[in-house]
């Protein structure tokens, strides 16, 4: 069997790191901040849509469209040959694996826990069950899989083949949407605190694990930390005025360098990181 180190040796090259927080950078999301300070626009949204959202968020690394690592979050579920889904799959895996056991210390530090018993991931309306991140958390991934539990199902049951065209483009428009109401709870908290490690593949918007977060804070879990593997990020945004921000995020988490050893929770060379 592969070494992990030998399957996360596919993205040499190609890791790019989320920004720390800081000038230009919105400290909840990480991601563009064209104000300068504050939050963004989405994380606005959050906050004021949301009766609760996730206690901190950790990023793996920048999916800068286009580039290896979002195309692979995307080819690992969506690809319709089981070959091509492959290869993203287990380095996606690896690269899960690597970094959880580098840094989940760093999440459960920032929610102010121990660790997290319980871990879980945001369900899809629009990808068939079982997702393959959940195979991933569940099964493939050793650190996780002893403590998964599937905690959220969609409030409406899961896409299939024989949803219209029409159907399906209302789930992903919905998908967007920062609604706690999405998803529902299957299991009741013990009583105790239980925090919940939440794990999604891409942050776009922050729809999905922040109304997933809403809705676990609502059944009674906390703290409630969560990970995406891949900071979705345009170089291209279509905004007007944003592309020379873009820019400078881009060339500033270039300068920075991938690195295993710090993430964007605990990366100290913050002053690399402002832009
Ligand atoms: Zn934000
Ligand atoms: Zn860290």
């Known amino acids: 069997m592969a070494r992990i180190s030998d399957l996360c040796a596919l993205y040499d090259g190609h890791l790019l790191p989320v920004l720390p927080k800081g000038n230009g950078v919105c400290p909840i999301c990480h991601g563009l901040l064209s104000s300068g300070t504050g939050y963004c626009y989405q994380c606005k949204e959050a906050q004021s849509k949301l009766p609760a959202t996730a206690d901190v968020i950790g990023f793996i690394a920048l999916a800068v469209k ?34 959880l056991s580098l840094h989940e210390s760093c999440l ?23 997702h393959p991140l959940t195979t991933i958390v569940s099964s493939t991934v050793k650190i996780t899989s002893d403590r998964y539990i599937e905690l959220l199902k969609p409030s409406e ?3 299939d083949a024989a949803c219209s065209e029409h159907a399906r483009n209302e789930r992903v428009m919905n998908e967007r949407v920062m609604n706690s109401k999405r998803y ?31 809705c676990l804070s609502d059944a009674g879990y906390g703290p409630i930390a969560a990970l995406c593997i891949g900071r979705h990020f345009n170089r291209r945004p279509e ?17 920075l360098g991938w ?12 002053s690399a990181g402002t832009i």
């Not at 826990?113 to 990808?127: K, M, R, Y």
């Not at 905004?239 to 300068?255: C, H, P, T, W």
């Not at 295993?260 to 060379?269: I, M």
């Open 108 to 130: 459960a530090n920032a929610s102010g826990v121990d660790g997290f018993p319980l871990v879980t991931t945001v369900p899809s309306a629009i990808h068939r069950h079982p």
């Open 184 to 214: 529902v709870a299957t299991r009741t908290p013990t009583g105790n605190p239980e925090p919940v490690l939440i794990i999604d593949d891409t942050f776009t918007s922050g729809a999905h694990i922040q109304s997933a977060a809403a």
């Open 259 to 270: 690195s295993w050893d710090e993430c964007s929770l605990c990366n100290t060379c913050t």
């Open 66 to 99: 286009g580039e290896q690592l979002a195309t692979d979050l995307w080819v690992y579920k969506s690809s319709r040959a089981h070959e091509a889904r492959l290869r993203p799959q287990l380095g996606l895996s690896a690269v899960l694996w690597r970094w």
């Open 239 to 255: 905004k007007r005025g944003y592309i020379q921000f873009a820019e400078s995020y881009y060339r500033a988490a270039r300068q």
């Open 157 to 159: 049951p899961a896409y």
